[in-house]
Nanobody
Framework: QVQLVESGGGLVQPGGSLRLSCAAS????????MGWYRQAPGKQRELVAI???????NYADSVRGRFTISRDNSKNTVYLQMNSLKPEDTAVYYC??????????WGKGTLVTVSS
């Protein structure tokens, strides 16, 4: 019932910045939590950041202080501002949402490559 479309990935040098966007459509009123996960090659998918309906964020220790998650409820969009990027941040970043009925939806992902 909810579709998520990520955008903003690409190639960036270490120390650079990118902003990812995730546009939600469908039953957006059913969204309880939205977040970003990432999966590096050969690694398990891990939580990056989540943001609740009221706007309160949580971050993984590895990105806290460098990444900022935010949401624009009027546009049904969440963002991930990524600063001071490191090669270790290279991964496919997935947008995720948990609905009030505990259904989970994923976007298809956007690739972020941090390299010189």
């Amino acid at each position: 019932q909810v579709q998520l479309v990520e955008s903003g990935g690409g190639l960036v040098q270490p120390g650079g910045s990118l902003r990812l966007s995730c546009a939600a459509s469908g039953s957006v009123s059913s969204i309880r939590v939205m977040g970003w996960y990432r999966q590096a090659p050969g690694k398990q998918r891990e939580l990056v950041a989540i943001i609740f309906s009221g706007g309160n964020p949580n971050y993984a220790d590895s990105v806290r202080g460098r990444f900022t998650i935010s949401r624009d409820n009027s546009k049904n969009t969440v963002y991930l501002q990524m600063n001071s990027l490191k090669p270790e941040d290279t991964a496919v970043y997935y947008c995720n949402t948990h609905l009030w009925d505990d259904m989970i939806y994923w976007g298809k992902g956007t690739l972020v490559t941090v390299s010189s």
